[in-house]
């Protein structure tokens, strides 16, 4: 960027709303003693990749709301205001109206990342941001932290795909708006509902950055965030590298740096989770958390990716609707068919995290991730799609469509198996690998059987009726001796219970019980108490009780669910 820009700080401004109170600040492109350092490398690729200069990233006055990461708070008498339009999108947009497009965030990486020098060359990138009736106050923060914290010679262009908004201010008034940014900025429309999955593929035919980042139409980029995504793809073209997601709160839009200690992971119904770095993954880094680490999937909203290796690979699956599962699909493509992925440590990037999605889909949410579920289970998980079934029965009458190109990508690529990732990439995955036993838990007295019937991590875990169905009756008794039910283990913390449902952890003690197959007991191996059926004073919840061979503590682990792992 030659010069300065010239940036505005909106008051209310979103949509039609001509009350707007300006400011400007001045944000110049010569180097600071705060940024980053960059040296020369002898190794760094050379001809194709651009030269560039640190970025200085200048502060607002520290009054304006929001300015460092700050919640705005809303008074008590603009409440009703704040409620409704909450409506819109789903987060706070009178509070993110307040803030400025450009506002300054503190500097959230670690200090080792701020001393770290990349090459004095580095690959180009262009940003692909896909948005569906976004505010405007959300939409372009998004686009003015990429181009304020961004060394202009990394950026080709940033690309802005609209998917079908019907708001007004997104249309004309947008395109003027971007085309005079100091980066080139161009707004495409799919015409059509399209989703997230077939736009972000249309804003990827278009670039011409040797990287397509693609990014949120909520975030907010930080200092530094871009130079570590591009430093990885510039030593190896088949990494894909994620930034770590900070969380702006959609009640306040404070900005909450997350941990680098999490990773991507995912539950039996193929839900992506956040879990905690293993031990194995710090000690392959040798304790250095500045280095970026290996992660079993990504939460797909945000990454860099080469952008020959993202045609080579197979781009997303344009037989996925909508979104959902693409970034299961992508991850385990990627690690099955010779790629890595990884989270950059020393890159953080803001985003809004919602409750719910302020839009509606042809057929409901459910149907569409069923779709595109059961298309992954089908190329991808092998044997273990049919455990994915029985968990998710409604995923098996799903219409997955044509899979003859997508199977034969898999084949042309020489992909590994879906058991050789479990075992070499995601070891601590719950998908179950080794068990004893998976099926019904049923009391041989009451003929009922375990049943989470959906309950979250720190519930109690319930009794019904046996239906044969699968999903919420299906438990897996692993040699780890824990009776698991997806990414949550049973648990009971003192001899007089109550059995809970917590996360999983691996470390045995409360999480620990031992099944006899000769007398059918499954014994709490801390308190050496029974579980039993429940009590009449709660007919759902089942207990622990002194062992004493009572028909009650018998428990039959035994169904009609005939899925090993070959």
């Known amino acids: 960027m030659i010069g300065a820009l010239m940036l505005m700080y909106y008051t209310d401004c979103a949509g039609n709303n001509s009350l707007c109170i300006k400011k400007t600040v001045v944000v110049k492109d010569s180097p600071s003693e705060d940024d980053v350092k960059f040296s020369k490398s002898p190794n760094a690729p050379k001809g194709r990749f651009a030269r560039y200069s640190p970025k200085e990233y200048k502060l607002n006055p520290s009054h304006w709301p929001g300015e460092m990461g700050k919640a705005v708070v809303i008074s008590k008498d603009e409440e009703i205001l704040k409620n409704e339009k909450f409506k819109l999108n789903q987060f706070n947009l009178l509070a993110s109206d307040r803030i400025a497009l450009n506002r300054s965030l503190l500097d959230v990486r670690m200090e080792s990342c701020r001393r770290k020098q990349y090459p004095s060359s580095l690959p180009t990138t262009s940003i692909v941001i896909v948005f569906h009736n976004e505010a405007w106050s959300t939409l372009l923060r998004t686009v003015y932290s990429v181009i304020g914290t961004s060394p202009a010679s990394l950026i080709s262009e940033i690309i802005l795909v609209d998917d079908a908004s019907e708001r007004e201010y997104l249309g004309k008034k947008l395109e003027n708006f971007v085309s005079k940014l100091s980066i080139p900025t161009k707004v495409m429309r799919t015409g059509k509902r399209s989703g997230l999955i077939r736009a972000r593929l249309i804003g990827a035919a278009a670039t011409t950055g040797q990287v397509i980042t693609f990014l949120d139409a909520h975030c907010e980029c930080t200092r530094g965030w871009l130079e570590p995504l591009l430093a990885r793809i510039a030593e190896d073209r088949t990494r894909v590298v994620c930034p770590i997601i900070d969380v702006i709160s959609d009640e306040t839009f404070e900005y909450v740096p997350a941990s680098d200690m999490t990773w991507g992971g995912f539950n ?259 308190t050496r108490r029974c579980l039993d059926k429940p009590d009449d004073s709660d007919v759902t919840l089942p207990t622990l009780k002194k062992c004493d061979g009572r028909q009650s503590q018998k428990w039959i682990m035994s169904s009609s669910f005939k899925w090993q792992a070959s």
């Open 268 to 526: 039996w119904k193929l839900n992506f989770r956040w879990y905690r770095v293993p031990q194995r993954e710090v000690d392959r880094r040798g304790g250095d958390r500045s280095l970026s680490l290996r992660t079993p999937t990504m939460a797909g909203g945000l990454f860099s990716i080469d952008r020959d290796y993202f045609e080579e690979i197979g781009k997303y699956d344009e037989g996925m609707d909508i979104w959902g599962g693409e970034n299961l699909e992508l991850s385990f493509r990627i690690w099955m068919c010779g790629g890595t992925l990884e989270i950059a440590t020393c890159s953080h990037v803001g985003h809004v995290f919602r409750k719910s999605t302020p839009y509606t889909f042809p057929g409901g949410t459910s149907k569409i991730v069923n779709h595109n579920n059961a298309r992954l289970a089908e190329v991808w998980l092998d044997e273990w799609k049919d455990f994915y079934y029985a968990i998710n029965p409604g995923a098996r009458q799903a219409d997955v469509g044509d899979l003859t190109e997508r199977k034969k990508l898999r084949k042309d690529l020489n992909c590994k198996s879906f058991r050789w990732y479990l075992e070499n990439i995601y070891p601590e995955s719950q998908m179950p690998l080794d068990y004893y036993y998976l099926g019904e838990v049923k009391n041989a007295e009451t003929a009922n059987c375990l049943d989470t019937f959906g309950r979250k991590s720190g519930e109690h875990i319930a009794m019904g009726a046996c239906h044969g169905l699968g999903g919420n009756q299906v438990f897996a008794y692993t040699k780890r001796q824990q009776i698991m039910s997806d990414d949550n283990c049973l648990d009971a913390a003192s001899s007089d219970g109550p059995v809970k449902l917590l996360r999983c952890h691996g470390m045995g003690g409360n999480q620990m019980w031992t099944y006899d197959k000769e007398d059918q007991t499954i014994i709490h191996s801390q």
